[in-house]
């Protein structure tokens, strides 16, 4: 039972290349319920790892690697597929970036800088948006498309505020740095 977590980050890794291709492919429905069973084992990997003591130093580091790997491979998919702006993503995946960064050079100091509330309403906020453009294009939701660009500038907004929070919480890391 102890390697549960693991074996789930371990499936979710694995998935990514395959919820590509079902993106790159066009099969929106497959790749909306391969999306939100990866969401749903990033809850539920991290919940197991904590109720059971079985947390690891492989745990610690790969699975917030792999949720962020798997939002930016949607992310930039969808930049391909002309489904978001490169702008967008660019913000996403430095604000990803900044807060690796951070937990990086903190576990260099044995910090340990946890997932945020705003950390986690960012989280939220791209789950909603990914779902939201997958269920438009796969029945084409004409009036959906009068709600992306709110939710986008919600999560756009969430991802921002997130990484100004974490860098301001850690800003004597950032400091030791620069």
């Known amino acids: 039972m102890d390697k549960v977590p693991n074996r789930i980050t371990a499936v979710r890794i694995l998935s990514i290349p395959v919820l590509m291709y079902f993106l790159l492919s066009g099969m929106d429905l497959a790749a909306l319920a391969?999306?939100?069973?990866?969401?749903?084992?990033?809850?539920?990997?991290?919940?197991?790892?904590r109720r059971g003591g079985h947390v690891s130093a492989f745990g610690k580091y790969a699975d917030p690697i792999a949720d962020k790997v798997l939002v930016s491979t949607v992310f930039i998919t969808f930049v391909q597929l002309d489904e978001l702006s490169a702008v967008i993503v660019v913000i996403v995946v430095a604000r990803e970036f900044l807060v690796t960064g951070l937990r990086l050079v903190g576990s260099a100091r044995d910090l340990v800088i946890s997932a945020s509330p705003l950390g986690k309403a960012k989280t939220v906020t791209q789950i909603v948006l990914?779902?939201?453009?997958l269920v438009g294009r796969h029945w084409n939701l004409g009036t959906l498309a009068g709600y992306l660009p709110v939710i986008t500038y919600l999560m756009v907004a969430a991802t921002l505020l997130s990484g100004t929070d974490y860098a301001y919480r850690n800003k004597r890391l950032i400091e030791d740095v620069f």
């Open 34 to 49: 391969l999306f939100l069973f990866s969401s749903v084992t990033d809850f539920l990997d991290g919940y197991i790892a």
């Open 130 to 133: 990914i779902a939201s453009i």
